[in-house]
């Protein structure tokens, strides 16, 4: 797979600066994945360009592979991507049936150690497919193709503040503008 650069420049002062970002980020992720279809070899990798797009460092904000236990108790399933009390993410290979993959990450919340992290957002990804739950009832599900990215750019614009939120780090803003300044 081709790498596109995700674009880094100066911080954006003004609300369309920051629309502009998004959508060439978007762009960016959108050329990056365009034929990706396998989870065990692609999906970590479409997690963390995903954490880009929003400016995350994905190693302060997502769990990759987070535990939780067999409905049976014995043994253990895996998150693909876990961004506590905000997001968990399931990916599949290419024709697997996303219903059933939105089923078995609805399953892994009542297992979670800390019911803190129970997430507001649910995504499923086929890499080609997106599948975006609202986990408290507020939105309907948004379905769009990775072709169709950018338009749903700030369906997923929860994210900028993630960091923020959870006193990981700076606010998005903020972070970009210290990464860009230290450049130079």
């Known amino acids: ?13 003004t609300d ?29 990798n479409f ?15 997502v769990d990759f592979e987070r535990r939780v236990t067999k409905d049976s108790g014995k043994g253990i399933n895996r998150i693909d991507g876990f961004f506590p009390g905000l997001l968990l993410v399931e990916m599949k290979s290419a024709g697997v049936n996303l219903d059933d993959a939105y089923q078995q990450a609805k399953g892994y919340i009542p297992k979670l150690k800390n019911k803190d992290d129970k997430p507001r957002h649910i995504l499923v990804s086929d890499f080609q497919n997106l599948h975006l739950y609202d986990e408290t009832g507020e939105r ?15 369906d997923l614009g929860f994210l900028l503040g993630y960091l923020q939120k ?15 300044n230290s450049r130079g």
């Open 1 to 13: 797979m081709s790498k596109t650069a995700i674009k880094t420049q100066t911080a954006p002062q």
């Open 16 to 44: 369309q600066e920051l629309q502009d970002l998004l959508n060439d980020r978007a762009e960016a992720f959108t050329k990056n994945f365009a034929n990706a279809s396998y989870e065990m070899g692609q999906g970590q």
């Open 47 to 61: 997690v963390r360009e995903l954490c880009g797009v929003y400016g995350l460092n994905y190693l302060r904000s």
């Open 140 to 154: 309907e599900p948004i379905k769009f193709k990775l072709a169709d990215f950018k338009s749903h750019v700030n």
């Open 166 to 180: 959870w006193g990981r780090c700076r606010t998005f803003l903020r972070a970009l503008n210290t990464a860009t």
